[in-house]
């Protein structure tokens, strides 16, 4: 079944310390990827999405995704995080007709100082 | 401030009874979806309706419905509830039909079933 995974429920990581939160993806032909961030008792924000061309996808807050289409990936990076950074992180895509939108498991990210 | 209005905000009911929640999407988005996110489900997309008509369906439960009314606002009925419906409910808007566009979510209505 064509789905997108989130391997890590939790990712910690030192506040100033580059970041990754992983995303793979079992999708066919050439797939639409986005990057949603939920903070506390909020909607979910739209941060960066992957359609074609450049595989380096740059998004809000500093953050950017690399599209890979060899290891089937599209991990969130940022180069330095900020406690402010600390959030639930949702890798989604749009069913091939577009009209259905699916989330993976999420991944809570702690920064800490 | 993603500029879509949810209500309420927090809901608390019984078993077996309906609710409404209200859903007014930013202004010039023509799409809604609604969604359910819970701890064992996690974030399930549930319908999507494009100017007044459905686009959409997607693990949404026969018990469940949905409108869009011709001023773009949306509304999810949920009827017959059972304890398992207690979720957070979102909304999000989008300009156009396709949802490979990024969509603007709501804050949610929190609905607790007792």
Redesign the interface.
């Known amino acids: 079944a064509q789905s997108v995974a989130q391997p890590e429920d939790q990712v910690n990581v030192a506040e100033g310390n580059p970041l990754t939160v992983k995303c793979t993806y079992s999708v066919s032909g050439n797939p639409?990827l986005?990057w949603y961030v939920q903070y506390p008792?909020?909607?979910?924000?739209?941060l960066l999405?992957y359609?074609t061309g450049d595989n380096l996808v740059k998004g809000s807050y500093g953050f950017e995704a690399e599209f890979n289409k060899s290891q089937t990936s599209f991990h969130l990076k940022k180069p330095s995080a900020l406690v402010s950074d600390s959030a639930l992180y949702?890798c989604a895509w749009?069913?091939y007709?577009?009209?259905?939108?699916?989330?993976?498991?999420?991944t809570k990210l702690n920064v800490k100082p | 401030d993603s500029g879509v209005t949810q209500t309420p905000k927090h809901l608390i009911t019984a078993t077996g009874q309906r609710v409404t929640l209200r859903c007014s999407p930013r202004s010039g988005d023509l799409s809604v979806y609604w969604y359910q996110q819970s701890l064992d489900q996690g974030l399930q997309f549930l319908i999507q309706y494009y100017n007044g008509e459905e686009r959409a369906k997607g693990n949404i439960l026969e018990r469940f419905s949905a409108q869009q009314f011709p001023d773009l606002h949306s509304e999810l009925n949920l009827s017959s509830l059972e304890l398992g419906d207690s979720a957070l409910y979102f909304c999000a808007s989008s300009v156009g039909q396709n949802s490979n566009q990024p969509q603007h979510f709501g804050d949610g209505t929190r609905l607790s079933i007792l």
């Open positions: 639409y986005f008792n909020r909607g979910l924000q739209f999405k359609i949702f749009p069913l007709n577009f009209n259905k939108f699916y989330f993976g498991s999420g």
